[in-house]
């Protein structure tokens, strides 16, 4: 997949995630750094920064403590996926890979803008408004 069809993609998801938390982008630009990367290198990320030992498809790194309200800071973070677990997940789960992908970098943006999952009403709130922005783009939704 080229790389301006990664971009497409990113700016998709990230536009509904917007939408869906009401938040809005300050006068200026905000900056976001989304990095693809292979399975060896997140497992290595995933190792250092929480101790997990293993490949994971999405990590997100918060420039800054992050918040639900408020203005988005100019610079928001980084958003690390690993391809080849998306590529194996989506093909496992019978999913188009743009879908999950978008999936991905939408909860990554969550996570850079305040959201986790670590209780189940943090996890009920996160993932309702992730099934909303994919479903703004017309992706069915990915828990069911």
Known sequence: MSLDKLEAICR????AALEETGRVL???????????????HIQQLNAQWRGK????NVLSFPAFAATRSGPIPPLLGDIVIALETVQREAKDEAKPFENHLTHLVVHGFLH???????????????????????????????YA
């Open 53 to 56: 030992d293993k490949a994971t």
């Open 12 to 15: 998709r998801a990230v536009d």
């Open 26 to 40: 300050p006068a200026m630009d905000s900056e976001l750094s989304i990095l693809f990367t292979d399975d060896s």
């Open 112 to 142: 850079l803008t305040g959201f986790d999952h670590e209780t189940e009403k943090d996890a009920e709130e996160m993932e309702t408004i992730e099934r909303r922005a994919l479903a703004r783009l017309a992706i069915p939704d990915p």
